[in-house]
């Protein structure tokens, strides 16, 4: 999978949109303000997940999974997308977005979830009369 079905997939999620505040690379793909995918031009992608989910992948993909950046990033994974296969990769994405949106607060989670109705006009704030 290339870079660009990869950041398109990670876009399609509600409230997701591409961000790059590390200089031109890496595109950060984000909901509610928190990065869920890092995406590199090299093909890797840099992922969050539960400190036991990264093991597992790790376990069970050696060869394409690796943890990302230090010790400290015990929630992130960084993936090689070509040598994984591609639904086991936007699974990884989908669990990605997935975490990141769960962490968000509620009222964040509904204000995504909640389209903005077009042609409803806006609301009238109460505004105290003037006495005289």
Not at 40 to 46: A, E, I, L, M, N
Not at 116 to 125: H, L, S, V
């Amino acid at each position: 999978m290339n870079l660009e079905a990869v950041k398109a997939h990670c876009l399609e999620k509600a409230g997701a949109y591409a961000d790059c505040p590390f200089g031109e690379f890496p595109v950060c793909c984000k909901v509610g303000g928190r990065i869920f995918a890092q995406l590199y031009p090299d093909g890797r992608v840099t992922l969050k997940c539960g400190a036991e989910e990264a093991a597992a992948d790790r376990a069970a993909y050696p060869e394409a999974v690796v943890q990302a950046g230090g010790a400290q990033w015990t929630h992130w994974n960084t993936v090689h997308g070509g040598k994984l296969p591609e639904a086991v990769l936007l699974a990884m994405l989908d669990r990605s977005y997935q975490r990141v949106f769960a962490g968000l607060p509620r009222w964040q989670q509904q204000e995504i979830l909640t389209p903005e109705p077009e042609d409803e006009a806006p609301r009238r704030r109460w505004r105290r009369r003037n006495p005289t």
